[in-house]
């Protein structure tokens, strides 16, 4: 198989669905967007940690140093929430 056919596949198997079960093809875009939200929220938060542990560290200023501590704790908090959730999805 090659890749217009894998597209056309997983295409109609979506237009089967819409018509089979729509709850369940809304419920899975509905963890499509939340994952990509999580993604983009635990990317910014690692991004923001690892900036302001920097900063921190290079102005010797613990506030900037423990708020940059307290982005990378909640950034795992956040992806181990999500990854919580997506077990729980049937």
Not at 28 to 44: D, G, I, K, N
Not at 61 to 80: M, P, Y
Request: proline letters at 2%; aromatic letters at 6%; one cysteine or more.
């Amino acid at each position: 198989m090659n890749d217009d056919q894998v597209a056309r596949a997983i295409h109609e198997i979506e237009r089967a669905l819409v018509q089979e079960d729509p709850i369940f093809l809304r419920r899975v875009r509905q963890l499509h967007r939340r994952e990509a939200a999580t993604v983009l929220s635990v990317f910014a938060l690692l991004a923001a940690g690892a900036v302001l542990l920097t900063v921190g560290l290079a102005t010797l200023s613990w506030v900037v140093w423990c708020g940059g501590l307290l982005s990378l704790v909640i950034a795992a908090v956040v992806d181990q929430h999500h990854q919580s959730h997506l077990r729980r999805f049937p």
